[in-house]
């Protein structure tokens, strides 16, 4: 068998000002960060642990954090560092305020491929309460550079359920998403994460989030205007054109290894040990060891289940059980079959629509229902 082509995550910590809903580990990027250090850390702990992997990274990721607040010469040295010649996909989130047309042309000069654009909203007012740095003006612009860029894709981030958000804003903020003619969406319903400001204003009763049935509604919205308009559904929260889907993404959801480096980032080799790396930027630098596990066969099986469902392509049960010698329960799966939320075909198990709406509630049923694998049962 061929080795799995796997991919490089980068966590760049820094961003211009902590977003109120942010509960990822990011730093702020006052008193000079120390970039330079940061980008000869991440080489070092790629050559060190590559040795688990075959071949070159087929996908490079830099995520964050920002990672456009790296200035354009300690980018360049970290993308040229990571890529091979056969690397088909290289992706740099940014945010608009950090794109022009020299950012843009510094990226492709690099290698870079693929940009990921932190829009989030486009409505002024919604913009100020998620604490963003850039104006709607700054999106659009941003949006403009990398339409008339020769990259292969890029995409644009929206967020939904915001507090306060009516459908018309929602609907006023597609119209004006769409007439930036994205190839890609991602897609975010806010949710208030233990930590952030967000939390703490919701505890004083200073922010409430839109109610379960507001929140479905905006969502059946968003995919009815996203699909018409050519952006497909093919992951819970992805939309896109032909052509334009996430090549790194999807390694996540077809569990495919990656190698992950940069203060919180996570790791999964094709051995199957993963490994989290510290979630302190300047220990990280420094040279802290990231914690090991080896997961147990159990273990491997939840979390495939885990990524695999959020494809809408799904899983084939053939597969699981032969890597991981467990399938869920087949009374747990009838069940979830009878109520509409689950779609069995052949070897294939995939979310069904209404089982998109709950699909953690599907796949923690899933996972608490696996079972080892009967040698006298047929899985496919």
């Known amino acids: 068998m061929s080795p799995s082509p796997w991919g490089v995550y980068v966590h760049v910590p820094w961003c211009r000002i902590r ?8 730093d702020p990027d006052r008193d000079g960060p120390p970039f330079d250090a940061f980008v000869d850390r991440v080489l070092v702990e790629v050559a060190a642990r590559r040795a688990t992997f075959v071949g070159d990274p087929h996908t490079v990721y830099l995520g964050g954090g920002t990672p456009s607040r790296l200035p354009t010469g300690a980018l360049q040295r970290l993308v040229r560092g990571l890529v091979a010649p056969t ?7 940014a945010n608009p305020e950090d794109v022009d047309a ?11 491929t693929r940009v990921s654009l932190g829009i989030q909203t486009l409505d002024p007012g919604h913009a100020r309460r998620l604490g963003r740095a850039h104006t709607p003006a700054h999106g659009r612009r ?4 990398l339409r008339d860029a020769p990259l292969a894709s890029w995409s644009a981030d929206l967020m939904f359920a915001l507090a306060g958000q009516s459908p018309a804003d929602l609907d006023a903020d597609l119209d004006a998403l769409l007439a930036l003619d ?33 929140w479905r509604l905006m969502l059946d919205a968003i995919v009815a205007r996203l699909e018409a308009a050519g952006l497909h559904r093919y992951e819970i929260s992805n939309f896109a054109r032909d052509g334009h889907r996430s090549i790194h993404n999807a390694g996540y959801w077809d569990d495919r290894p990656y190698l992950g480096v940069g203060p919180s980032a996570h790791g999964y080799a094709p051995d199957g040990r993963r490994w989290a790396d510290v979630s302190d930027t300047a220990a990280w630098i ?9 997961p147990t066969a159990l273990e491997g099986a939840a979390d495939r289940l885990v990524s695999g469902l959020r494809s809408l392509a799904g899983l084939s049960v053939t597969a699981l059980a032969a890597r991981y010698g467990h399938v869920p329960d087949r009374a747990v799966v009838d069940r979830l ?8 075909d052949g070897a294939g198990m995939r979310l069904s629509p209404e089982g998109l709406y709950v699909a953690d509630a599907v796949t923690a049923a899933l996972v608490d229902g696996l079972v080892p694998v009967d040698p006298a049962a047929g899985h496919g």
């Open 182 to 214: 994205p190839p890609h969406v991602s897609l975010y319903g806010l949710t208030i994460e233990e930590g952030t400001g967000y939390a703490r204003a919701a505890e004083r009763g200073a922010l409430a989030p839109v109610d379960d049935d507001t």
């Open 286 to 294: 420094a040279g802290a060891a990231p914690v090991v596990e080896h």
């Open 102 to 112: 020299a950012w843009v042309d510094a990226a492709i000069a690099a290698g870079v």
């Open 19 to 26: 977003c109120p809903y942010c509960a990822f580990h990011v």
């Open 87 to 93: 690397t088909v996909e290289v992706t740099v989130e």
């Open 337 to 344: 079959v009878a109520h509409g939320l689950l779609a069995v």
């Open 142 to 145: 941003a949006a403009a550079v």
